[in-house]
């Protein structure tokens, strides 16, 4: 049986964008750096060059991560008014990390979609 006749049980686009692994077998990374995405799954062999989620990643880290902790620092600011130095060790932290530690698994969670929907370019035939 060659690896192209291995049947792969659907696997959930959370659950393996969560883990950031492959989304066909769900145990092979997904990444080679921070968001660079491997070119073929370790494990199962896929082909990731399917996979583009383009600017979702960050359009979703904006509205749900960045602007919440943007109004938290000004609504921080305008109700307690601290030092700067208050902003620097705990707003400028939140704003930080609301914004980096969503996308790795945002972007997993995009590909696995992307795989599981079987979604692509839309093309002309
Ligand atoms: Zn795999």
Do not use: N, Y
């Amino acid at each position: 049986m060659s690896e192209s006749d291995t049947v792969w049980p659907p696997l959930s686009p959370i659950a393996t964008g969560l883990s950031c692994k492959c989304p066909r077998c769900g145990r092979g990374k997904l990444f080679k750096g921070f968001l660079t995405m491997r070119e073929r799954c370790d494990v199962c062999g896929l082909d990731f060059t399917f996979a583009d989620p383009a600017d979702g990643p960050a359009f979703f880290v904006l509205i749900f991560g960045c602007i919440p902790s943007l109004i938290f620092a000004f609504w921080f600011e305008m109700a307690i008014a601290p030092p700067i130095w208050v902003h620097a060790i705990l707003t400028l932290p939140v704003i930080i990390v609301s914004c980096l530690l969503p996308l790795r698994p945002l972007k997993a969670w995009l590909v696995a979609s992307q795989f599981r929907h079987h979604a692509g370019e839309g093309s002309l035939r």
